[in-house]
């Protein structure tokens, strides 16, 4: 494979590089381009590999930004690591970039009051097998439809 930058002659260039076990060994000028360039894709795509979020019934498109958005949290990732004196793992990236994300609980001060007398019964179970289901009297006197079990 051809890169842009590169012509047909170029193909007939060999380069000199060293194997995995330290010996000498020539390859054509786009294979060592592309193996310099594309080596740090293939490792995004093993760490992305890790943690799928990517699913069979979502439609093309939303894949396709959820995807978008893991490459940009990967590049966030991989800048993050490279400036900051802490190192974290991917997946401990993941989950700050989430609870930042995230809005803070909502704590109810007031506790909810609950009447003593408003306990739910179970319903009568008529011959044909239904269950008669009436409404609750507690609820009806406040304006309320709840019906019992």
Known sequence: MAFPTHSIN??????EVTSRSGRPKKKSLSIVEYNRYMSDIDLQDQMMAYY????????WYKKVG??????????????????????????????????EL???????????????NHIPSKCEVAESGRK??????????????????
Request: charged share 25%.
């Open 102 to 116: 995230l809005p803070e609980p909502v704590q109810n001060d007031v506790p909810i009051v609950r009447n003593a």
């Open 132 to 149: 008669l289901r009436k409404r609750c009297r507690w609820c009806s006197q406040r304006g309320g439809k709840t019906y019992t079990l």
């Open 52 to 59: 799928p979020s990517n699913r069979k019934t979502i439609r």
């Open 66 to 99: 959820i995807h978008v958005i893991e490459t940009m949290l990967y590049n966030s990732f991989m800048l993050y690591n490279k400036h900051s004196a802490k190192k974290i793992s991917f997946l401990d990236f993941w989950h700050s970039i989430i609870e």
């Open 10 to 15: 170029d193909e007939n260039v060999l380069r």
